[in-house]
């Protein structure tokens, strides 16, 4: 049985540098996503979890550089911010708990995003 499922199932063996990005990458899916439903109680937990794989990634950070992906990531979380804050009528519409996350998420990326 090993046999065949080893001959059907070819491996593939990444760097480092691509299971790091990969993961970085994934992670930016989800929050576009995210931003499209305007869920932004999920891009908040998701933007805390691509900045705790990047405070992993330092060693790499140094060596290549930030992501573009993780930066495009987050200009387009500050683009979505700054149209989300001027549309009213959509804030109103806004749950308790989205609105929420959405001013907390507001005010962290403001401390986040110049670091960048």
């Known amino acids: 049985m090993d046999d ?3 001959n059907n199932e070819k491996r593939v063996v990444r ?7 990969n993961i970085v990458k994934d992670i ?10 305007q869920d932004f109680e999920k891009v908040w937990n998701l933007l805390q979890d691509l900045l705790k794989e990047i405070e992993k990634m330092t060693k790499l950070i140094e060596k290549e550089g930030y992501p573009q992906v993780f930066l495009r ?5 500050k ?7 001027t549309n009213v ?9 989205s609105a929420t996350a959405f001013n907390t998420m507001k005010q962290k990326f403001k401390k986040i995003y110049p670091d960048f």
């Open 28 to 37: 930016t899916i989800k929050i576009n996503s995210a931003l499209n439903n």
């Open 73 to 77: 990531c987050l200009k387009k979380i």
């Open 89 to 97: 009528e959509a804030k109103k519409k806004m749950k308790k708990h």
């Open 15 to 21: 760097t480092e540098k691509e299971k790091k990005w």
């Open 79 to 85: 683009d979505e911010i700054a149209e989300f804050d």
């Open 4 to 6: 065949d499922r080893n």
